[in-house]
């Protein structure tokens, strides 16, 4: 089974509002990391945040990790057409190193 | 540019065919992975490579085959005994052998799209 859960499947906004996904996983990690894939495109690294930070900040994006209730979540702030696609985030397992990745948010953002 | 090149763009298999799928990056890489994407899915670890001459299945590694030869190349073979290998398939690559352990992300090509016909 998918390590990450994501929520929701399916988002859509007007251009302008901030747009939040949520990300659950179920067994320890040395990170989690965000990425995202424009149809039919290969996926693209946004944001990484390590295992004993709580937030990070990356231009418009916001991260945050709960390692005690195994969450994350994503924050697009004053969101832009060109940020409709689909988002996933991934955990990273020791000591393989393997990234398993959740089913992913779909993300339609109106101009 | 330093990336990865997946190729072809498209491919098409006839029933009981073999087919392999390129995977080739220009960034000195130690590790590199293969997965598989399904419509409205996440992705599917097929196998991966931690160093060169050297490679681990994945979760869904039945019916592929892989090799890794050389550290830029990572080639996938679709077996016939993969019975529905009709998918998206992404090759990606992380810096060194710890792979998304090493706090850096993957890079990933634009993918090679597989129909059985």
């Known amino acids: 089974s998918q390590q990450g859960e994501e929520d929701p499947q399916a988002l859509s906004i007007q251009e302008g509002e901030n747009a939040t996904m949520n990300c659950s996983y179920k067994t320890s990690i040395n990170n989690l990391q965000w990425y995202r894939q424009n149809s039919g495109r290969g996926l693209v690294h946004l944001i990484l945040?390590?295992?004993?930070?709580r937030e990070k900040h990356s231009g418009r994006l916001r991260v945050t990790l709960d390692t005690s209730k195994k969450s994350s979540s994503l924050l697009i702030t004053a969101s832009r057409a060109a940020d409709t696609a689909s988002y996933f985030c991934?955990?990273?397992?020791?000591?393989?190193?393997?990234?398993?990745f959740g089913q992913g948010t779909t993300l339609q953002v109106k101009p | 540019d330093g990336g990865i090149t997946q190729s072809p763009k498209y491919l098409f298999r006839k029933e009981g065919q073999n087919v392999t799928l390129s995977c080739e990056q220009n960034?000195?890489?130690?590790?590199m992975y293969w997965y598989r994407q399904d419509p409205g899915q996440g992705l599917r670890l097929i196998y991966y490579?931690?160093?060169?001459?050297?490679?681990q299945k994945g979760d869904i590694a039945e019916g592929y085959s892989v090799s890794r030869e050389k550290k830029e190349s990572f080639p996938l073979t679709v077996t016939s005994a993969q019975k529905n290998p009709t998918a998206f398939y992404l090759c990606?690559?992380?810096?060194?052998?710890?792979?998304?352990?090493?706090?850096?992300?993957?890079?990933f090509g634009s993918g090679t799209r597989l129909t059985v016909v």
């Open positions: 991934a955990t990273a397992l020791s000591p393989t190193g393997k990234l398993i």
């Open positions: 990606a690559s992380s810096p060194s052998a710890a792979g998304g352990t090493d706090n850096y992300g993957y890079t």
């Open positions: 490579s931690q160093i060169v001459n050297d490679f």
């Open positions: 960034l000195n890489h130690d590790a």
């Open positions: 945040i390590r295992s004993n930070e």
